[in-house]
């Protein structure tokens, strides 16, 4: 049985449009919904697991990599919101080289990782290591550039960056919760929080073929401006280590569809022909052994 619902046919060829690039695709299906048993490998939250504030006030004096292992095994507990369950879809047009239309769909979180309840939860930055093992243990994936550029593009709520000064604090946990603060005022002014698609708020921990030609570095795009430009270009600049209040984990799906056929993501990242329509740098070989080597990275 499929894990994604379908509607039906279109009765004529479709357009996708994304910061005024207008694609064809004829697609004999649109997305619908993502299936609830693509999050089957997230752990039920806790009862008596503590809020996002509560575990921010434990960590207030500790970041990077200690930081970190604290925020994973909270996370692989179950301790995040439930809305972080439902999954967004996300398609992306193009062409392939032969001229046949295509359409990928992903399915995303549709927020950043956070860890609480949903009335109390703290959006949390990691490092690569820690992103690319929660990610594994999930069987998700991080986003790549074009995929962060069509969530922004299709969000249902739309959060304008809000930098906060740079300092030597941009990485402690007091900036993150007072970041944190500052976008959950934005978004509650914009719609109802929760599983609604949002993006703008935070730059994205992605997939890139830099991570293989320069190891140890983290990838980091997005910030998207509303007018649709990214803030921060695609950069490895940072040690994988790396995280400050701006930066956020956004998880997609392995599983994903091209023109509603299911398709494992990790092998359209590394298809000749479809690999152009996720990534602006041709196909991420081998997504499997990246993401492992990368997982190795956060301590144990």
Known sequence: ?????????????????????????????????????????????????PSGSAVMERL?????????????????????PSFLRQLSPVSIAGTL??????????????EYLA?????????????????????????FLLPTPRMVDAIYAQARIRVA??????????????????????????????GKPGAALTAGHKKDLVLSNRLISKPGRVAIYGWHRPNGKPIQPLSTVHGAE??????????????????????PLQDILGDKALASVLTGEGPINDVDRLLRGLSRLASN
């Open 161 to 190: 960056p809000s930098p906060m000064k740079p300092t030597s604090q941009m990485s402690s946990t007091a900036y993150l919760v007072t970041h944190n603060d500052t976008v959950d005022r934005q978004v509650s002014q914009l």
């Open 242 to 263: 790396y995280a400050d209040y701006s930066h956020g984990v956004r998880l997609v799906s392995r599983i994903a569809y091209v023109n509603g056929e299911e398709r």
């Open 115 to 139: 860890v609480g309840d949903d009335r109390d939860f703290v959006r949390v930055p990691m490092g690569l290591g820690a992103a690319a093992r929660i990610a594994e243990a999930f069987d």
């Open 60 to 80: 207030t004096k500790k970041g990077g990599t200690a930081r970190d292992q604290e925020v994973v095994r909270h996370v692989l507990s179950g301790n995040v």
């Open 1 to 49: 049985m499929s894990r994604f619902r379908i509607a039906g046919p279109l009765a004529r060829a479709a357009l996708l449009t994304v910061f005024g690039l207008t694609f064809p695709f004829n697609a004999t299906a649109t997305a619908k919904a993502c299936d609830a048993s693509l999050v089957e490998s997230i752990p039920k939250r806790e009862v008596r697991a």
């Open 97 to 110: 080289a032969s001229g046949q239309p295509v359409l990928v769909t992903i399915c995303v979180m549709p």
